[in-house]
């Protein structure tokens, strides 16, 4: 039995839930056309609406709300392309992948590699800054001067994610990341990515001009971008996540009890292409968006994972700090008013 020592929670053996999940990690290729056609086809349809009315640019904007969404459903193609688990041939992963990381402005073999370090490291203190937001724990922010505090405080700010975030993310992507060692072809998806991207956008510009292409494209993206900084916020950031230094950590206990189930209204989850079964897909990444619903139903091991509704989720944005003593997340009013009273950490 694996446990996540310190806590109390249900351990989860590694030989059932690795057999449990195997029916589940099998692609259907008519499943993921459908998938690719259902968000595909209305986006580029949303995008010709929207040039259409640029003479009524508040309508514009009213339908960049659902092309957001559109934009949101192809980077979880992208997403289940990077783990494999879109379509049984790898040659098809990588090609829809990079065809679907273009369209999201994500360098998609950058991006896996990436985001494999994410799952590999999820919850462990020790090993921070993978496909994460920056998270500090109480005592290291206690132990910082005032301008390091303001300079934390600002980038948890929810205004400062939610809006300079989705900037910060589309321009950080345009080169490749430091901290990771990269192969070649990691390198060229950056390379090759921008190409495209200024390819696109040159086309775009000497047909119908820059301006309506920038006007139609950049409010789409900017949602999409803040709606997933929001959702991975959401998917980790809660007050009773799961947070262990590297040698009481446990890859399996981390998955379940270190991603949230965020409920969705059904229309929000189809947008959103499952990804709120963040504890599923934690501990099963090679099983598919569209059988991740059925996996969490079907297997009781997924039950006591922390359950977000929207409002819910919309809480957790204040929670900033993990407080290692009482393993919870906590807010920086929490820590200030514990600092007044002198409690030392």
Same mark, same amino acid.
């Given at each position: 039995m694996l446990r996540a020592p310190g806590t109390s929670r249900t351990p989860v053996a590694r030989p059932r839930w690795a057999a449990d999940l195997a029916p589940y990690q099998q692609p259907q290729l008519r499943r993921a056309l459908t998938q690719m056609a259902t968000t595909l086809v209305p986006l580029a349809a949303l995008f010709w609406l929207m040039y259409r009315q640029l003479d009524h640019y508040l309508v514009v904007l009213l339908l960049a709300v659902p092309a957001a969404g559109l934009l949101v459903r192809t980077f979880i193609i992208m997403h289940d392309c990077g783990h494999g688990s879109f379509f049984k041939s790898r040659r098809a992963n990588e090609i829809v992948g990079w065809i679907t990381g273009v369209l999201t402005l994500t360098p998609f073999a950058q991006w896996?590699?990436?985001h494999a370090v994410h799952h590999a490291s999820a919850g462990d203190l020790d090993r921070r800054g993978h496909g994460d937001i920056e998270t500090m724990t109480v005592r290291e922010y206690a132990a910082l001067d005032a301008r390091r505090r303001r300079r934390y405080r600002l980038v948890r700010n929810p205004l400062v994610m939610l809006g300079l975030g989705p900037i910060y993310l589309m321009l950080s992507q345009r080169r490749?990341?430091?901290?990771?060692?990269?192969?070649?072809?990691?390198h060229f998806s950056v390379w090759s990515t921008n190409a *495209? @991207?200024?390819?696109?956008? %040159? +086309?775009?510009?000497?047909?119908?001009?820059f301006g309506p292409f920038f006007a139609v494209y950049f409010p *789409? @993206?900017?949602?999409?971008? %803040? +709606?997933?900084?929001?959702?991975?916020?959401?998917?980790?950031?809660?007050?009773?996540t799961y947070w262990h230094r590297h040698e009481e950590w446990d890859y399996a206990t981390a998955a379940i009890h270190g991603s949230s189930y965020l409920k969705l209204h059904p229309v929000l989850q189809w947008f959103t292409g499952n990804i709120g079964l963040h504890h599923v897909h934690h501990l099963g990444p090679r099983i598919p968006n569209y059988n991740l619903v059925r996996c969490h139903t079907e297997n009781p091991m997924f039950h006591s994972a922390t359950t977000l509704t929207l409002r819910g989720a919309i809480r957790t944005l204040r929670l900033s700090l993990w407080d290692e003593a009482n393993g919870r997340l906590i807010g920086f009013a929490d820590f200030d008013a514990a600092e007044r009273a002198g409690r030392v950490f």
């Amino acid at each position: 039995m694996l446990r996540a020592p310190g806590t109390s929670r249900t351990p989860v053996a590694r030989p059932r839930w690795a057999a449990d999940l195997a029916p589940y990690q099998q692609p259907q290729l008519r499943r993921a056309l459908t998938q690719m056609a259902t968000t595909l086809v209305p986006l580029a349809a949303l995008f010709w609406l929207m040039y259409r009315q640029l003479d009524h640019y508040l309508v514009v904007l009213l339908l960049a709300v659902p092309a957001a969404g559109l934009l949101v459903r192809t980077f979880i193609i992208m997403h289940d392309c990077g783990h494999g688990s879109f379509f049984k041939s790898r040659r098809a992963n990588e090609i829809v992948g990079w065809i679907t990381g273009v369209l999201t402005l994500t360098p998609f073999a950058q991006w896996r590699k990436d985001h494999a370090v994410h799952h590999a490291s999820a919850g462990d203190l020790d090993r921070r800054g993978h496909g994460d937001i920056e998270t500090m724990t109480v005592r290291e922010y206690a132990a910082l001067d005032a301008r390091r505090r303001r300079r934390y405080r600002l980038v948890r700010n929810p205004l400062v994610m939610l809006g300079l975030g989705p900037i910060y993310l589309m321009l950080s992507q345009r080169r490749p990341l430091k901290g990771i060692p990269l192969n070649d072809l990691q390198h060229f998806s950056v390379w090759s990515t921008n190409a *495209a @991207i200024v390819a696109i956008g %040159a +086309a775009f510009s000497f047909w119908i001009g820059f301006g309506p292409f920038f006007a139609v494209y950049f409010p *789409a @993206i900017f949602l999409a971008a %803040a +709606a997933g900084i929001a959702l991975f916020y959401a998917q980790h950031q809660f007050e009773d996540t799961y947070w262990h230094r590297h040698e009481e950590w446990d890859y399996a206990t981390a998955a379940i009890h270190g991603s949230s189930y965020l409920k969705l209204h059904p229309v929000l989850q189809w947008f959103t292409g499952n990804i709120g079964l963040h504890h599923v897909h934690h501990l099963g990444p090679r099983i598919p968006n569209y059988n991740l619903v059925r996996c969490h139903t079907e297997n009781p091991m997924f039950h006591s994972a922390t359950t977000l509704t929207l409002r819910g989720a919309i809480r957790t944005l204040r929670l900033s700090l993990w407080d290692e003593a009482n393993g919870r997340l906590i807010g920086f009013a929490d820590f200030d008013a514990a600092e007044r009273a002198g409690r030392v950490f």
